[in-house]
């Protein structure tokens, strides 16, 4: 019998079990976790932190509807409540599903001593295929005094019931935003540093401009172009020569692959992550899937490669297309995109000329979708937006992207009044393509 064994529980590894399960019933499989089955996502990254944006989000809509709706006074250990209760970080459901797709799970640190063999403290497992899905961890700069300061990582900021009185940040990029907002929209006083000259640096630099703004006006001091030089308990020496107090530290400065263990297959292995095929391959029998491989360190993008192995491993041509993978910033404003945004014909229309928004919110908050073309072809190749719920509707046009429909179809296409996906149609318009 065929022996998968997956070495990481999260969502890619979880995703996988079902996708095979669905094509395979024979094939012995066996997840290895180290700690909870249902990984970061669940516990300390999407899940927690979009619970814990919230209450926060709604207390500031209440604020831009013309006095009609006050905003109460948030009771912020009622959101850690509410985000306890769905980040329960407690896996049995998790592993009781696990033993319904009848897979085995083993607890503990892997190690591949040689191909085909994978020991997990004294147990030895024997494989005949092998899938990666062991995710990444935070980044730690070298600062010059940071080992000696009790700092959070995202895993401390969504399990944390205190509220700082002063809060550092370090990195501009989407958890160091979303978390920066929420804290400061609690209580906390938050400084927020950013080595490069803008936040966000991988998003489209008209949507982190908005960000940018957002958080200023909501109190949280953004500092940028410098970077700290040395931590001591309860400051950062910056360096421009400023001292950032605080009573707690952040450090969101990116994340890296989890390759500990691996030496043994003689993969290539990058500072990004794992290197792979367009099947997913890192080695004869091995695959890769997720944040260890650094294509794109989103959830959805690690259950989307575990679909890609479950039918290569059950002998079907398919092949990873990422060429409209969506990201969805969940600050406020939220900022969404898919694709490549740079380069192409570009338009931009402004959320404040989309009927919706006067219907939503008043006085009216800046916004705007952007579309990218081909004009060669006639197709999108990108889109960003930021606006209310972005995420939600900019979602066709990953669509749009991914089966390169002709932009005539997409003009053609009845949006539905009043929505901001009627923005979609008119920043379609705004390419003037003389379609």
């Known amino acids: 019998m065929t022996h998968v064994v997956v070495l990481g529980g999260g969502s890619s590894g979880e995703h996988f079990v079902g996708a095979l399960r669905r094509l395979d019933t024979e094939m012995r499989v066996t997840v290895v976790?180290?700690?909870?089955?249902?990984?970061?996502?669940?516990?300390?990254?999407?899940?927690?932190?979009?619970?814990m944006l919230r209450a926060p989000e709604l207390a500031a809509a209440a604020r831009h509807s013309d006095g009609a709706l006050s905003a109460g006074e948030l009771d912020v250990q009622r959101i850690f409540a509410w985000r306890d209760w769905v980040a329960e970080r407690d896996d049995a459901s998790q592993v009781k599903w696990l033993a319904s797709m009848n897979?085995?799970?083993?607890?503990?640190?892997?190690?591949?001593?040689?191909?085909g063999i994978v020991q997990v403290g004294d147990t030895e497992l024997r494989y005949d295929r092998l899938v990666i899905a062991t995710g990444s961890s935070p980044v730690i700069p070298p600062i010059d005094g940071l080992?000696?300061?009790?700092y959070w990582t995202n895993v401390e900021a969504t399990e944390t019931l205190e509220v700082p009185g002063r809060l550092a940040v370090l990195g501009g990029g989407p958890v160091g935003c979303e978390l920066a907002q929420f804290f400061q929209r609690v209580g906390s006083a938050v400084t927020l540093v950013q080595g490069d000259t803008r936040l966000l640096s991988r998003v489209d630099a008209d949507a982190a401009e908005l960000v940018d703004a957002a958080l200023r006006e909501d109190g949280v001091d953004v500092r940028l172009g410098v970077r700290a030089q040395r931590a001591?308990?309860?400051s950062l020496l910056l360096s421009d020569g400023s001292e950032v107090s605080f009573d707690r530290l952040l450090v969101a400065t990116g994340?890296?692959?989890?390759?500990?263990?691996?030496?043994?297959?003689?993969?290539?292995?990058?500072?990004?992550?794992?290197?792979?095929?367009?099947?997913?391959r890192a080695a004869e029998n091995v695959w890769a899937i997720g944040d260890v491989t650094g294509i794109a360190p989103f959830t959805h993008v690690g259950k989307y490669h575990a679909r890609v192995v479950a039918y290569d491993m059950d002998?079907?041509?398919?092949?990873?297309?990422h060429r409209a993978v969506p990201a969805t910033i969940f600050t406020d404003p939220q900022v969404a995109m898919v694709g490549d945004t740079a380069g192409g014909r570009s338009a931009r229309w402004e959320l404040t000329s989309v009927p919706r928004l006067s219907t939503?919110?008043?006085?009216?908050?800046?916004?705007?979708?952007?579309?990218?073309?081909?004009?060669?072809?006639?197709?999108?190749?990108?889109?960003?937006?930021?606006?209310?719920?972005?995420?939600?509707w900019l979602q066709q046009l990953t669509l749009a992207v991914r089966a390169e429909t002709p932009i005539d179809v997409l003009l053609d296409v009845i949006q539905p009044y009043p929505t901001f996906s009627e923005g979609v149609f008119f920043a379609l318009r705004a390419l003037d393509l003389d379609l």
Do not use: H, Q
């Open 103 to 115: 897979a085995e799970l083993v607890r503990g640190d892997a190690v591949v001593t040689e191909p």
């Open 147 to 150: 080992d000696a300061v009790d």
């Open 232 to 234: 001591t308990s309860n």
């Open 255 to 280: 994340r890296k692959p989890n390759v500990g263990g691996l030496d043994a297959l003689g993969l290539e292995i990058t500072r990004r992550g794992i290197e792979v095929d367009e099947r997913m």
């Open 315 to 321: 002998g079907r041509d398919v092949r990873a297309d």
């Open 360 to 392: 939503y919110e008043r006085p009216k908050r800046p916004g705007f979708v952007k579309v990218v073309a081909d004009p060669e072809r006639r197709v999108l190749t990108g889109a960003v937006a930021a606006g209310p719920e972005s995420g939600e």
């Open 33 to 51: 976790e180290r700690l909870l089955v249902g990984g970061e996502c669940s516990y300390w990254a999407c899940m927690p932190t979009k619970t």
